[in-house]
């Protein structure tokens, strides 16, 4: 018998044989196999508890009930003291004071007895009092706060050194890293959790410096103010809030991370407050058509609306129009980008700033302003009242109009229209008097009384000028025309209005 079919049974078998250990070895290769979550984060937890605690607060409120009489009981009854008691104050209308309690959570950031918690777990606190894993209760005292950032900074007066967990660097994190929840939720005490980062920079409209972790660890009522640690055992965030219709942990979580609480912590530590620095512009973000009729190649930076009296600049370095793409170094893509850059910068600190004007890139030098005081400046300043008609009111008399343009009727900007209008003294443009209902003006809800300032980046005096401009625009292509549009009291917008 021929032993060939054995010898070829024997090539087939390893030539199939080598065939699938390549297929395993290239497997292996383009595929890595993925890394398996901790197996456990006993050890890492045991280190780090005792540094967070659970924070508890009184409020004294008036009650909200009416002021109904005291039941009448009858004469000599047993229980007419304990009614008398109760009801006490309020006879004479007075209200029945009653205390509030809430709870939350908090991280020992410092020996000495310095603790981070969230603002609104100890907002309008008439008493904190912090209670430690060992069973220990301390008075607080608030240090600061920062309702931009919903953080604030307690302190309390140990006999021994507490012990303090470090801040990490929340911008090494990557989306998946595991991460651990600490906190006290719905009050049971202290409890862990574990998950891992699901997205960075969330922005979920809580204020003007969103950048969130979002995490799946469980956060539930009770958990704000606690620590996010990264698997060295560092905060990397302050849990803040949860997207929840039931108010408990759907997976959706997120932490006010640590590359912006630690500035803000440090501030207040040393002051008491913040001290955020302050450029003092308006800014509007650059849409697809106002990047298109700028001819940008995509839309990116912030557009400077306007300019705020008394701020930082004062010399006109930067100017309405103008188009802000770098500060102090950084991209800005968007506008939040400026507002955290801008917020996170030193008052008094001369930074370079990047801009676009007129299609040209030029770099300007600006020593920044504090925040706070230009929002106090903002407060101070009342905008000018003008006379004349009330917002919807007809003008009180017919006006020279041009032909419509883009849908709108203009005319020249003059004391009659300016007293018909109400339009403040400092304004220089040329007046809307009328807009075509469904026309490219009313499209971007421009209104009568609105004035057109510049079009296409160039200054509009009369109501040819307009016309003027929007026809050469439209001769050379563009699809829209950018329009500085100011209202009656002086503030600026920019929008684009097509011209086809």
Do not use: C
Request: charged share 25%; proline share 6%; no cysteine.
């Amino acid at each position: 018998m021929s032993k060939r079919p054995q010898y070829f049974r024997s090539v087939v078998l390893a030539a199939a044989t080598a065939l699938i250990l390549s297929n395993s070895a290239y497997a292996e290769t383009a595929m890595p196999r993925p890394l398996i979550g901790p197996p456990s984060v006993a050890d890492l937890a045991e280190g780090i508890l005792d540094a967070v605690v659970n924070i508890s607060i009184s409020q004294n409120v008036k009650s909200s009930e009416d002021n109904a009489p005291m039941p009448q009981v009858p004469e000599g009854s047993p229980h007419q003291e304990f009614f008398e008691e109760f009801f006490k104050g309020q006879r004479g209308g007075g209200a029945r004071p009653r205390t509030v309690n809430s709870l939350g959570s908090g991280f020992v950031i410092d020996p000495d007895g310095y603790i981070v918690t969230n603002n609104h777990v100890v907002q309008d606190a008439d008493e904190i009092e912090i209670n430690f894993s060992d069973g220990t209760t301390m008075k607080a005292k608030l240090v600061g706060m920062d309702t931009k950032t919903d953080l604030a900074l307690l302190k309390v007066e140990p006999q021994r050194p507490l012990k303090a967990v470090a801040f990490g660097d929340s911008r090494q994190i990557r989306i998946g890293d595991w991460v651990m929840v600490v906190g006290n939720p719905f009050g049971l005490g202290v409890s862990v959790s574990v998950g891992v980062v699901s997205a960075r920079g969330r922005n979920i409209n809580a204020g003007p410096y969103d950048n969130f972790i979002q995490t799946d660890a469980a956060i539930n009522r009770g958990n704000s103010g606690g620590p996010l640690f990264n698997m060295h055992g560092e905060v990397i965030g302050i849990n803040t809030a949860i997207l929840s219709q039931t108010g408990m942990s759907v997976g959706i979580g997120f932490a006010v991370p640590t590359e912006l609480a630690v500035n803000v912590v440090n501030q207040l530590k040393e002051f008491g407050e913040t001290r955020r620095g302050w450029l003092g512009v308006r800014i509007q973000p650059v849409s697809d058509d106002i990047a298109e009729s700028l001819k940008m190649e995509r839309p990116h930076g912030a557009l400077v609306s306007g300019i705020i009296e008394g701020g930082p600049i004062s010399h006109g370095e930067i100017k309405a129009g103008d188009i802000i793409t770098r500060f102090d170094g950084a991209d800005i893509a968007e506008i939040r980008d400026l507002i955290r850059a801008v917020g996170e910068s030193p008052v008094g600190k001369a930074v370079d700033v990047v801009i676009i004007r007129e299609g040209k890139e030029q770099t300007v030098r600006i020593t920044l302003g504090r925040l706070e005081d230009g929002e106090q400046l903002a407060k101070a300043v009342t905008a000018p009242e003008g006379e004349g008609a009330e917002p919807g009111e007809p003008p009180a008399a017919s006006l020279p109009a041009s032909d419509a343009v883009l849908g709108m009727k203009l005319a020249v900007l003059d004391e009659e229209s300016r007293k018909t209008f109400g339009i403040a003294e400092e304004i220089e443009g040329v007046v809307v008097t009328e807009v075509r209902p469904n026309s490219p003006a009313a499209e971007r809800r421009l209104e009568p009384g609105d004035v057109i300032v510049e079009v296409g980046q160039e200054a509009m005096a009369t109501p040819e000028d307009v016309t003027a401009r929007v026809a050469a625009l439209k001769a050379d292509g563009r699809r829209n025309a950018l329009l500085m549009i100011a209202n009656k009291s002086g503030e600026l917008r920019f929008i684009t209005v097509r011209v086809e």
